[in-house]
T-cell receptor, first 114, second 115 residues
Framework: GDSVTQMEGPVTLSEEAFLTINCTYT??????LFWYVQYPGEGLQLLLK?????DKGSNKGFEATYRKETTSFHLEKGSVQVSDSAVYFC?????????????FGSGTQLTVLP | EAGVAQSPRYKIIEKRQSVAFWCNPI?????LYWYQQILGQGPKLLIQ????????DSQLPKDRFSAERLKGVDSTLKIQPAKLEDSAVYLC?????????????FGSGTQLSVL
């Protein structure tokens, strides 16, 4: 079925390092793609999204580009901060009958050390 | 703007007992979801409501799980009887749209431990 696959963690980086978290999606339909972030003790919150091929989503210094040719939506940030430590989830829209929903990847734990 | 409210925050029960979780979505949000998040995994959809009607419950284990959304606002999710494998965080999310590319707002979840 429709799904997303993201790189396994955990990922540990030093402050100001470059971040890439890989995400690929099954090439069915015309999904919207998302990155959600879960900070410790909090609910998931939307970080960024892209709704069609070649769109770039960006927020808080994070970016991801919807690549149809490689079915990818990799998350990048040029210089991470300690406050970016969280779990990051890639997600795509799926259709189930008349319902439209999100399906999530397994999450990537990021720890940024000072 | 108040967020999605869930209670209780934590629950510990023994297997074969019953448990219920409550969710109050953001005011005016027509679509409500319940997700199950097992430790180390991404959220897995259990059920989707549009107002007070079920849109999709194909992944809900109906022999033990039930959910309702009376009056199209608050929702409850019940497990009876609970199994060890039900230990997880149960997340409620809502959106003003019909569940396409709109932003989902998540509650902080209820962490269930089944002993």
């Amino acid at each position: 079925g429709d799904s997303v696959t993201q790189m396994e963690g955990p990922v540990t980086l030093s402050e100001e390092a470059f971040l890439t978290i890989n995400c690929t999606y099954t090439a069915t339909g015309y999904p919207s793609l998302f990155w959600y972030v879960q900070y410790p003790g909090e609910g998931l919150q939307l970080l960024l999204k892209a709704t069609k091929a070649d769109d770039k989503g960006s927020n808080k210094g994070f970016e991801a580009t919807y690549r149809k040719e490689t079915t990818s939506f990799h998350l990048e940030k040029g210089s991470v901060q300690v406050s970016d430590s969280a779990v990051y989830f890639c997600a795509r829209t799926i259709s189930s009958g008349s319902a439209r929903q999100l399906t999530f990847g397994s999450g990537t734990q990021l720890t940024v050390l000072p | 703007e108040a967020g999605v409210a869930q209670s209780p925050r934590y629950k510990i029960i023994e297997k074969r007992q019953s448990v219920a979780f409550w969710c109050n979505p953001i005011s005016g949000h027509a679509t409500l979801y319940w997700y199950q998040q097992i430790l180390g995994q991404g959220p897995k959809l259990l059920i989707q409501f549009q107002n007070n009607g079920v849109v999709d419950d194909s992944q809900l284990p109906k022999d033990r799980f039930s959910a309702e959304r009376l009056k199209g606002v608050d929702s409850t999710l019940k497990i009876q009887p609970a199994k060890l494998e039900d230990s997880a965080v149960y997340l409620c999310a809502s959106t003003s749209g019909t569940g396409g590319s709109e932003k989902l707002f998540f509650g902080s979840g209820t962490q269930l431990s089944v002993l």
